[in-house]
């Protein structure tokens, strides 16, 4: 399995980004799909997690309302739309996955299969 993980950059408070993960070696539509962020000197956190089919969407309580994950199975990719950015959510986002399908999860040690991560850096 492997994930791409784009979009990151650089923008301004208050602005809005859309990261994409593209996966691929597995049926992507039989499996939950996650992000998560790290920040510079800090742990691994859950930002958001999808179901398999996009049913269930999930968030950590700092993002919500202002992130979206999707999904498009079609084109084997899960997309986190980020407005309204605060300096705060400056991290390198990682796109995961775990190896069970019809399983979403939002344990970091749930997820088997991780993207190397783009990084999103808001400026105040």
């Known amino acids: 399995v492997q994930l791409q993980a784009s979009g990151g950059g650089l923008v301004q408070a208050g602005g809005s980004l859309r990261l994409s993960c593209a996966a691929s070696?597995?049926?992507?539509?039989?499996?939950?799909m996650d992000w998560f962020r790290q920040a510079p000197g800090k742990e691994r956190e859950f930002v958001a997690a999808?179901?398999?089919?996009?049913?269930?969407?999930y968030y950590a309580d700092s993002v919500k309302g202002r992130f979206t994950i999707s999904r498009d199975n079609a084109k084997n990719t899960v997309y986190l739309q980020m407005n309204s950015l605060k300096p705060e959510d400056t991290a390198v986002y990682y796109c995961?996955?775990?190896?069970?399908?019809?399983?979403?999860?939002?344990?970091?040690?749930?997820?088997?299969?991780w993207g190397k991560g783009t990084l999103v850096t808001v400026s105040s």
């Open positions: 070696g597995r049926t992507f539509n039989r499996f939950g």
């Open positions: 995961a996955t775990p190896s069970r399908d019809y399983v979403t999860a939002k344990d970091i040690d749930a997820m088997n299969y």
């Open positions: 999808i179901s398999w089919s996009g049913g269930a969407t």
